[in-house]
């Protein structure tokens, strides 16, 4: 027997049809706000992932699944959807246009890390991104997409946000948190340590406890953002409030990449163990430039799906279509006629054995059928069917032709 590789897993049953509510939940509501669908190669240039998640995260130094294909090419498959759509916008010389794009995406992801609940090695991910829109209007009315995709499934959430500034008011900062860093070098962990050279600004977001603790009195970026950036933070948190939409600034919220820059915003559950992520995005302005396209503004977000696979509120199934069935097994030429026909437009369960009626019983229920259609010896002699509606429990004998 071949099992599947540690990290992956089969999506059946139960869980297909949770994870297909998701998907079809987050479509729809995403085409209302203006997004189409974008689908993106599974496997990219490497160069892409190493230029965009950047060469120093632990995405790309430790947990791609790259490998040099047989044409000799540095492959990988994505780790995460941005890139994709970003590189794809570029490719099609969207940049260029003066049109505003918004994309929806779903699919695949893939990551070498050790497998945990809720963190898988193939794991899935729906994202937006909106590209070509400067105003926070965007930012806000992106994380209300969110909320609304959340509330539909039934998911509660808390929401944090924080500002990355811009290139005006980031790089000031990161010095001065260069400067704070470097004199408690010595009290922080050797990640921490190893970032301040490579990339201080995710020493924030270090969870060990006792950096934490060291951080507290870091220098808060929120505390020194340059006027446009402040008044934009501002701005939003101003909508969030007349939206009714509750949130927490989380300084320690931070990407640590150039090209990140403004609205950050992570979407996190309390209902999976510890506190965790289910979304996450921002405001991305530079990374279209950063990957040779003309600059242009953009901003987006991934949902999670296997993060919120358990936190889903299916909708109550209704008993729905026919089960057909023989009880004797002349009539099952009768049936396989009548499922084929009603099948243009019905829901169709049938069983090729003939079989007793408490059996055939079984199946309706099985199928969740709202109706059970049945052909006896006696509707076979009269040319009729027995006919059941489970809902409201009305039977009846009708001729065969009367059934439409
Ligand atoms: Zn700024
Ligand atoms: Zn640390």
Known sequence: MINPLRGMKDLTFEESKRFNFIIDTATTIAKRYGYGYIETPILEDTALFKRSVGDSSDIVTKEMYQFEDKGGNDVCMRPEGTAGVVRSFIHAKLDRQPIKQKFYYYGAMFRY?????GRLREFHQFGCESFGEASVYEDFTIITMISQIFEALGIGFDLKINSLGCSNCMPTYRDNLVG???EIKDELCSDCNRRIDTNPIRVLDCKNENCQN?????????DNLCDECDIDFKKLTTLLDSANIDYEVDTNLVRGLDYYNKTA?????????????????GRYDKLVEYLDGKATPAVGFAIGIERIMELVNMPKINRDGIYMGAMTDDAIEKILALATKKRKDTKVTIEYNSKGFKSHMKGVDKANARYALLIGEDELTNGTIWLKDLDTKEEKIIPIEDFQ
């Open 180 to 182: 704070f860093l470097t």
């Open 113 to 117: 890390e050790r497998p945990q609940k």
């Open 214 to 222: 060291l951080l507290k009195n870091s220098p808060k970026l929120i």
């Open 265 to 281: 915003f992570e979407f996190v559950s309390n209902n999976i163990g510890s506190q965790s992520a289910i979304a996450g995005g």
